[in-house]
């Protein structure tokens, strides 16, 4: 069964960087769509970016991107979101998910996705 962990979540500044990582165990990546999703208090869960298992096409949310990477290091079965520029509207709870199955065309599929990590806080602020 695929179990995903995060890390890497913290306190920046604004305009300052933090890498996520999502490692994954029990089953390999591969063939998996990939992506992160976040929630802030009181708002509902905002897909930010995914990886499509079929094609390797990227997708972000508007509001991430140019700031934004995700990657993918199959050799080691992990993910990661690569966060620069970060803004005080950044600040969430940031979850990694994987799909078997769905094969996404945008972000807001990523928090339907099957399988979930615990998340990783991420809070900018000065």
């Known amino acids: 069964q695929l179990q995903l962990v995060e890390s890497g979540g913290g306190l920046v500044q604004p305009g300052g960087s933090l890498r996520l990582s999502c490692a994954a165990s029990?089953?390999?990546?591969?063939?998996?769509?990939i992506g992160w999703f976040r929630q802030a208090p009181g708002k509902e869960r905002e897909g930010v970016s995914c990886?499509?298992?079929?094609?390797?096409?990227?997708y972000y949310a508007d509001s991430v991107k140019g700031r934004f990477t995700i990657s993918r290091d199959n050799a080691k079965n992990t993910m990661y979101l690569q966060m620069n520029s970060l803004k005080p509207e950044d600040t969430a709870v940031y979850y990694c998910?994987?799909?078997?199955?769905?094969?996404?065309?945008?972000?807001?599929?990523?928090?339907?996705?099957?399988?979930w990590g615990q998340g990783t806080q991420v809070t900018v602020s000065s």
């Open positions: 029990g089953v390999t990546l591969d063939y998996y769509a």
């Open positions: 990886i499509s298992a079929s094609d390797g096409s990227t």
């Open positions: 998910a994987a799909d078997l199955w769905t094969m996404p065309r945008g972000v807001s599929e990523v928090p339907s996705f099957g399988s």
